[in-house]
DNA sequence: TACCGATATATCGCTTCGATACATCGGTAA
DNA sequence: TTACCGATGTATCGAAGCGATATATCGGTA
């Protein structure tokens, strides 16, 4: 779950732990934000792994320097202290800028097609729609699908739960539920669009989806 | 969290644990559905704590019999055997139903009350609103806006978070972005209408609310 | 000079989750 | 009749996530 978050935005920059937690909860929303004590561990189980790997330090994430050279030698510290004697605008402790391997990429594209609990868990939906970009058409309209079945089965569920409760509920309970069952359903009106878009897309392909993101 | 929902349905009947795990994503809806996992440690920590207490089995919950005697003894098996015989329709495996204890009613009061992550996690302020009858109205009136308030909040940093990007994202964050902000726009329309009722509610009190729906 | 707040990494304890094991019954079909 | 399946039910394990907290470094400010 939170691997493939990680690795999803490392695909595109290399980044540090403090502002990947930035990226995830605006790139993910405000719902499935990630706290430190998950992120960090998470970073280096990825790090053991061999999926990720931390490159030199650098305080300008659009315009990562290569790292070239050992880690932690007197030419590193020298570099650092050059650095901040040219750009010394960044305040706090040094970063740790980590970077995708190539197991990294392999890892994200497997965690990305599995299908388990893809649908049923919100969070782990929402995730691979925000990287459905990096998933083949037949894939991204499979997530879809499942997640719309999935939101159906949730309604009824839910409606059949109101029916067969024989002691009425309070107005507060209420009010929940079926202001719950309009966003459900709100949600698969906005998946039934997202789904005709693919198809549509599907059949002239590589107009818009595709193009170059330089 | 977890406790203060158990306590809550313990509240208007004695109930066991598979059915509570039932009652749980009926009420609180699928999300903020409870694993077995979390719901017997937690039951037993509440045991420990003296909040809640196992009464006899019985497979009849609405109309529940009061515990006779001690638990475990040959009299009790007795009683198991002449329930086994007299009512065979149920399957499965002996229940073990709880009910709640004075000391549980004050822990319940407690943490309803408490207003630290109740505005911030979304589970949490919905499990204080479905409880949120036993609360007095003002403590009612203040979770309202302060959840009301928070969401407000993460729009605006949603929307600053977009504007402030200068790389364009793809299509698919995009509608993500936009459909959860739309649905937070929905949450605080709700939760303007959920104030409204409670001010008018105030004004002039005990007329629908405890009113019969049925 | 001393403190505050932002930036940043890291860990601890506790809670929660998903999977699994285990147990008991009714129903069904070989 | 017996053997299996599925629903009901309690329980635990390992992994992972969370909130709080500790630690460190810098700029700003009183």
Known sequence: MLELAILGLLKEQELHGYELKKRLTETLGPLSSVSFGSLYPALNRLEAAGAVKAVEANEDPT????????????????????????????????????????????????????????????????????FARHLPPEARLGLLERRRAHLVERLAKARA????????????????????????ERDISWLDRLIERERTNRAAPDTTTEAPSA
Do not use: C, W
Not at 63 to 92: H, K, N, V, W, Y
Not at 164 to 170: G, S, T
């Open 63 to 130: 315009t990562p320097i290569p790292m070239t050279g050992s880690l932690g030698g007197e030419a590193a510290a020298f570099r650092e202290r050059a650095r901040r004697a040219e750009r010394p605008q960044r305040a706090g402790r040094s970063r740790k800028v980590y970077g995708i391997t190539d197991k990294g990429q392999k890892l994200f594209d497997e965690l990305l097609a599995a299908e388990s609990s893809s649908a049923d868990d919100d969070r782990a939906f929402n995730l691979r729609l925000a």
């Open 161 to 184: 739960a109101i029916r067969n409760r024989r002691e009425r509920l309070d107005d507060y309970s209420r009010s929940l539920m079926e202001h719950g069952n309009e966003a459900t």
